[in-house]
């Protein structure tokens, strides 16, 4: 009988699912900046990510709530969205590996969800990113490692 911690890593080694999201991430990275390959670089311009979905108070506040859900999908600049994507490869592997596909996917969608509502609670002008996703697995993983203390 294998034990956790066995199970856990041999998931490991196969759980790539967390690839897909980082290439819709690119893509829709790239969608955001237009056709210039300067923008690529130093991310949208402010009315360019506005206009594609960000997170805005005043809108919100206005009735367009839909950009509650948009927002964790934009980033701002080339190095944002590489230090998001290189910690949703390694998070997302961990996640997979100890709660499966469905369920870390969920948690990542339902903690995006909550990190936006809480920066526009909090008054947050504009913002952007895949950050309060990131810190939700991070939160559910330290979770997880205290609950069967590996």
């Not at 506040?61 to 509650?68: N, S």
């Given at each position: 009988m294998d034990s956790l911690t066995d199970r856990f890593w041999r998931d490991w080694e196969r759980a790539r699912w967390s690839i897909l999201p980082i290439v819709c991430l690119g893509l829709i990275y790239l969608w955001s900046c237009g056709?210039?390959?300067m923008r690529w670089i130093f991310g949208p311009t402010s009315r360019q990510i506005i206009q594609v979905g960000?997170?805005?108070a005043s809108l919100v506040?206005?009735?367009?709530?839909?950009?509650?859900g948009t927002t964790m999908f934009l980033h701002g600049d080339l190095l944002h969205l590489a230090l998001n994507?290189?910690?949703l490869w390694v998070l997302g592997g961990l996640m997979e590996a100890a709660f499966g596909l469905l369920r870390s996917s969920g948690i990542a969608l339902c903690s995006g969800l909550c990190g936006a509502v809480f920066s526009w609670a909090m008054g947050a002008q504009q913002t952007v990113g895949f950050?309060?996703?990131l810190?939700?697995?991070l939160s559910s993983l330290v979770i997880f490692g205290w609950k069967y203390r590996f």
């Open positions: 056709t210039s390959p960000a997170l805005s506040d206005d009735g367009e709530v839909w950009r509650l994507l290189s910690a950050s309060g996703s810190f939700g697995m």
